[in-house]
């Protein structure tokens, strides 16, 4: 990796871990993944960029003004760090984040983040469809058991195992934590 890779931390907010009292999530070890990979991008002093969520229903936990709004600790922003708000899944409509990154010559991403299936899909399609090429810290991710429209749920980890499959090789490169601390 070199200064054209961003690490682009998406929705690591409070908000979600009371989302996950109520619903199945998979990879319990996302947050300690997704902090090695924070704590590798600063030490070389690569570009990371966070991005949160701030929810148009007034009683989602990921409102402005909740205490879901926040950052979790581990995925608090350093002096300097970017931080983009966004009012729908992808971290590009509405937030200026494009024009960041051209502008700093980024071409790439690693992403990280909640929930798979949905901010971090949504955000992986779009960045690749504007031209960055992507990597997926599959294992620096999670998602959540949905319903089907059948009314049967679908485990998160399936959710999660499709959603990166879907990704993987049309979008960008699905990829583990341990290759990128290797770079």
Do not use: Y
């Not at 009292?21 to 997704?34: F, I, K, V």
């Not at 960055?132 to 399936?158: K, M, N, R, S, Y």
């Amino acid at each position: 990796m070199n200064h054209q890779t961003a690490l682009l931390f998406i929705d690591w907010q409070k908000g979600f871990v009371e989302l996950a009292e109520t619903l199945a999530r998979n990879n319990p070890q996302a947050e300690e993944n997704a902090a090695r990979l924070l704590a590798h991008w600063r030490a070389q002093n690569w570009p990371v960029v966070h991005v949160r969520h701030n929810s148009h229903d007034e009683t989602s936990p990921l409102r402005e003004g909740r205490p879901g709004f926040a950052f979790r600790d581990f995925a608090q922003p350093a002096d300097g760090e970017p931080v983009f708000v966004k009012r729908v899944h992808s971290a590009f409509i509405g937030t200026g984040l494009e024009a960041f990154l051209r502008e700093r010559g980024i071409g790439r991403l690693v992403i990280s983040g909640v929930r798979t299936d949905h901010c971090v899909s949504t955000t992986a399609r779009m960045a690749h469809d504007l031209g960055f090429q992507v990597l997926v810290a599959g294992d620096a991710c999670h998602a959540f058991a949905c319903e089907a429209p059948d009314g049967h749920v679908i485990d998160a980890q399936t959710v999660h195992d499709v959603n990166l499959a879907s990704l993987h090789g049309e979008f960008g490169q699905a990829i583990r934590t341990q290759e990128l601390l290797r770079v």
